[in-house]
């Protein structure tokens, strides 16, 4: 792993051996029916500004509202994910932006990087490598799967039930629904014995059990805007998740360990990030975790001047591989900065994911206080 350096406080580095040398905290040793209905447009609450790129006179109230009005529920009667039906999944589809076009006016981007290979996680995951995981759910389209990762949980040290993803592995946007059947999989295919198109035992593909959300949270951006554009620079969202076995223990204690979320980072502080995910489009098959190492500092890719502006790195991943955590080290322990968002499909050259600043700490803040 790459030396970190100083520039007052000590800059983020990420590096190959990111999560296999993770420092985690751990607190204990087809279709099922139509898609939910269009969300409704969301009225801005009186306090807020009119814009959903600016959220900074939200209040607890405002929060509230919005959560009661994006209407996310869990399904009543959904239908079991089999490893069978898991293997069968496909690859929801990323967001594409080219690098190369030319840009659209008050576009802001950097060169495109250079392409990074992704490597495959040596098997077994162990509980650094499975605080990643497949995020499995039923679209419009039919079952498709994204990547996600376990991140810590303020209110709950130690028992965090939390599970942070790309917004449109949750949400379909503006005229949309939520998607249905959301079931989170860390370390699946841990020890690397999973054959595509042969019987598989669930424990095989499962490792640590079956995650099923009970509540999410994307950003109003997302559910208000259109389009690949603008509301990509906050394509990032939150589940709780509840165990399929019903022991009571949470996700953090199942696998051992959470990534915490490093919100408002600086970014001349971030030197070099690792990208992973489960991609599933060719020449990946879904049943291999990987990584892309950026040796260098992202570059920047912006839609709107007034928003964060995303975190580009150059990365080979799929389709499949979106939502994955992005992670840095920051005081000798990962953390997670990004998710993957938008890339390419010809060639598959770079990934770029939102940079978390104000309004998704106030989102996940509220959410992992108040949101059960």
Known sequence: MPRTTSRGRRAATAGAALLAALALGAAGCGPDGPARPPTAPLALPRSAPTSTGDLTGWKVEDWARYVADSAFADDPAPRPWTAARMDAARPRPTPEYSLTAPAAPGVERDAPPAAVPAAPQPHPYGPAGSVVGRLFMTTPQGDAACSATVVSDPV??????????????????????????????????????????????DQRAAPYGRWTAVRALVSPTWLQEGGVGARDQYDYGVLRVSGEDGSGRSLEEVVGGAVPIWFNAPREQITAAAAYGYPAERPFDGLELAHCDSPVAPGRLSFDRSRPPMYV?????????????????????????????????????????PSLQDQAKQAFDYFAKNVR
């Open 156 to 201: 709950n040290p130690g028992r965090s039930n939390l599970v942070y993803t790309a917004a449109h592995c949750l949400h379909d946007g503006k005229g949309g629904g939520w998607l249905r059947n959301l079931v989170f999989v860390p370390g699946y295919n841990r020890d690397g014995r999973l054959v595509h198109g042969k019987p598989n035992p």
């Open 313 to 353: 790195i150059g990365c080979t991943m799929t389709a499949g591989a979106a939502g994955g955590g992005w992670f840095v080290t920051r005081d000798g322990k990962p953390n997670l900065i990004s998710v993957g968002a938008v890339g390419d499909r010809n060639p598959a050259g770079y990934q770029a994911g």
